[in-house]
């Protein structure tokens, strides 16, 4: 497992897209809110996938009870993938 950082991510073509899509994608257009929210507590959103890129699942660190909560309400009941 690898963990990187935002300066790994900008620097990694593959990685920056992958990243950029996954959170376009499937957090931003559907819930935009998640993403101001985790910004507003300074809360970082992990996304963990295998390899070649090819799944994604979501969870935070550092987030409020409250938003973690409602996070996982959203992202645990549906598929990720």
Do not use: P
């Amino acid at each position: 497992t690898s963990e990187y950082y935002t300066h790994d991510i900008l620097n990694n073509k593959e990685l920056f897209d992958f990243v950029r899509k996954t959170i376009s994608f499937k957090i931003h257009a559907w819930h935009s809110d998640f993403i101001q929210k985790i910004n507003s507590e300074n809360a970082t959103l992990v996304i963990t996938t295998d390899e070649n890129f090819s799944y994604s699942e979501f969870s935070l660190l550092n987030a409020t009870d409250v938003l973690n909560k409602d996070f996982l309400n959203v992202f645990e009941t549906k598929d990720s993938k």
